[in-house]
């Protein structure tokens, strides 16, 4: 629409990164894990649409508590059943406590995510019974430390108490996963999105080959804007020092058919 000159530099023989299907005996998934659309801009779902089908399928998420399978985000009427009165109440005064940082009202002090760490932050927003069972362990094996070493500045977008009754991970009003039964995919979508990009992927390019054709020619070469979306390490070099990662190991399996292999497409295991 804007004429824009576009260059993708992708590392990979096949761009889109993560975000790609693989295929197994005929069971189309994901080798990189789940990743759902979700979205409250009308524009940019009927965007995607336009390139290729989707389901109206709403992503939940279950995780192994007390014996129990309990949905995640924490739901106040299963805390209740689970915990007892007690806890449950606990649990809303908290919740009711942690809408809006910065702000007192009716007496109360709202909850100032980027003055604490993880822990703290989570033992004020639930009891610290739910903190031990869902969060504690969890955070720990995730991230490799314990949770009081960890800032709370990204708390509130993972961690989060349910009122409403709401068990939807994602509260956007648009969301679905590509349709494989009407062919879509999420190569499919990214073919669109990228429409007319020049593509260099052939040199096997490194963030360093980058900036070496940005700096080499810079009368063929001058964007308005750059997006980068290497790993930091790449990106700062030895800047920041050596950086903290924490990985994840996948394993696929082909499940014989039956009509449900879990009970739910993620379960997690505090």
Not at 69 to 90: C, D, M, S, T
Not at 160 to 165: A, L
Not at 237 to 251: E, P, Y
Request: proline share 5%; charged share 25%; glycine share 6%.
């Amino acid at each position: 629409q804007h004429d824009c000159s576009v260059h993708v530099f992708e590392k990979e023989k096949q761009w889109g990164g993560l975000l790609r299907s693989a295929e197994m005996e005929g069971v189309i998934y994901e080798p990189h894990g789940t990743h759902v659309v979700h979205t409250d801009d009308e524009e940019v779902w009927d965007l995607f649409n336009t390139f290729t089908a989707f389901n109206d399928y709403k992503h939940s998420v279950l995780t192994m508590v007390r014996g129990e399978l309990l949905n995640w985000p924490i739901q106040l009427e299963q805390v209740e059943l689970v915990y007892g009165r007690r806890v449950a109440k606990e649990l809303k005064i908290k919740a009711e406590m942690t809408n809006i940082p910065h702000i007192t009202r009716d007496g109360k002090l709202y909850v100032d995510p980027t003055s604490m760490d993880f822990e703290s932050w989570c033992l004020r927003i639930m009891p610290k019974e739910v903190y031990e069972d869902f969060v504690s362990p969890y955070t720990e094996k995730q991230w490799g430390m314990h949770p009081s070493k960890l800032a709370a500045s990204f708390a509130p977008k993972r961690v989060q108490v349910r009122t409403d009754g709401d068990k939807r991970l994602f509260q956007d009003k648009f969301q679905g996963f590509p349709d494989a039964t009407r062919g879509g995919s999420y190569e499919e979508l990214l073919r669109g999105l990228f429409g007319r990009a020049r593509f260099h992927h052939k040199w096997k390019m490194t963030l360093d080959r980058v900036r070496d054709e940005l700096t080499r020619h810079p009368s063929a070469w001058r964007p308005e804007i750059v997006v980068v979306t290497a790993p930091l390490d790449d990106f700062c070099r030895t800047v920041l020092g050596k950086l903290d990662w924490r990985g994840l190991t996948f394993s696929h399996q082909y499940v014989e058919p039956v009509n449900f292999a879990q009970v739910g497409t993620v379960i997690n295991w505090p």
